[in-house]
């Protein structure tokens, strides 16, 4: 594959990551846009690219162009630019690829099924990258590109997608929101919530060896009701801890019933 | 420390794997009681040691007893055996020191915070181990005997242990059925689940080096209304997976709040 000439349209997270992967594959990011000039230069400067925050200063051909937005934002990108005779793709998981319009001959979606924050270094060979694409070429195209950041390439259509990313929000956004009530509960004893690390690693790594069911351990699965009963008492100045608690213990308890 | 002749009462998960650890620094397993013979005699047989199921059966001269058995039957234990003259602990969370009489010269609890499975292979110097002890000299063998099979070993009292467990509770066991359920979510698609791993371990390992709130993605923490809707709508066939959804969307958002 040739050295690509790419124009970023964002500059969060996901633009930030996704564009240091292609940079590592020898590619070339040409312009940033963001609303925030500022934010723009930001990113544009990791990669002697342009800074801009006009979609009208945008080249007019580059060799693909990846919008990186808030969901609601990608609608308002792509009404505002002519993208018919562009190779397009957005990152997002819950928009489908019909954003696009059908007049466009290359459009396709690129989604790193990854959690990406500004401060974490990514070992971006290991993030899945789902492909979707309106035509075979640009499928191949994409897959290929694909190929190069990441041994985890996938064909994933929009139904499929928006259901990938909803499952992404189970296991990572609420997941850390438990690792947060968790160290809360310890800070409140002045017990340093480092301890947590070893469980939380096991935890994860756990999964990748038991199904999710065989690996759960504990009071509920257990149906061990008086250890139940001591936790909710502990959790009475926090009732919505307390709902929570009653919440995951049923529906553990179900589910170990329903397994055996 | 000289090497010891234990007596494990228990032989599940924690008896198990704490007693392997306990091989590995070159103590001695004699005896492995279980209310089912069958039970004591698989571990037994890893220690080369007797097999019992009648409490009468123990030997006297042990230098440590551990009890790892259920909550509920601690208790049970403690009433049937006279641990008067003996050094004894037990291992759980929830359980206080105080549950062993008084006269006891040597009684402690040495409680490893960490997720068993039978099936899992664990580094147990990584095993944060919470020690307890009725008095310094035995809180001090305890910390030695600790410190031989982890590098972590913590003095805990017993009112800190409850809440050490029950925050174990939400970052492992909630946690492993937020997995449950993402994993579920791509089997009714038809989606390989493994595609969740990378997810599930970055998101493991980003709170290591971010707090909780800092590491908060996804649609809930940039209350982003019409992704949020979007996912709702996908779970209207499984309503406890709407309500959890809700409860930890509008959660998060609170906290992304009042942390800003």
């Keep these: 594959m040739k050295k690509l000439k790419i124009v970023l349209i964002g500059s969060g997270n996901v633009a930030t990551h996704l564009s240091m992967a292609l940079k590592n594959a020898q590619h070339q990011i040409i312009q940033v846009f963001s609303r925030s000039l500022e934010n723009a230069e930001k990113l544009a400067k990791k990669h002697n690219a342009q800074a801009l925050n006009q979609l009208s200063e945008l080249v007019e051909d580059a060799d693909l162009y990846i919008i990186s937005v808030s969901d609601n934002a990608i609608l308002k990108i792509v009404s505002q630019i002519d993208f018919t005779n562009k ?12 954003i696009f319009k059908e007049n466009i001959k290359n459009a ?12 974490r270094e990514i070992n971006f060979s290991q993030v899945p990258l789902c492909i979707e694409a309106n035509n075979p070429d640009f499928e191949q195209f994409l897959t290929n590109l694909a190929k ?20 992404g929000v189970f296991a990572c956004n609420f997941v850390n929101h438990l690792y947060h009530i968790a160290g ?27 199904t999710p069911l065989q690996a759960q351990t504990g009071p509920a699965v257990r149906n061990d009701t008086e250890s139940l009963k001591k936790h909710l008492d502990l959790l009475t100045s926090t ?15 179900i589910k170990s019933q329903s397994n055996n």
């Design 87 to 98: 190779k397009v793709v957005h990152t997002a998981g819950s928009v489908p690829l019909n």
């Design 239 to 253: 009732p919505e801890y307390q709902e929570i608690y009653k919440w995951f213990s049923e529906q553990i308890f």
């Design 108 to 119: 396709g979606v690129f989604y790193p099924f990854q959690t990406f924050s500004k401060e």
């Design 148 to 167: 190069q950041l990441s041994e985890n390439v996938q064909l994933i259509n929009s139904e499929k997608r928006k259901y990938l990313h909803l499952s």
């Design 184 to 210: 809360n509960i310890l800070e409140q004893q002045n017990i340093n919530p480092k301890i947590l690390f070893p469980l939380i690693k096991e935890t994860a790594a756990k999964v990748e060896k038991l």
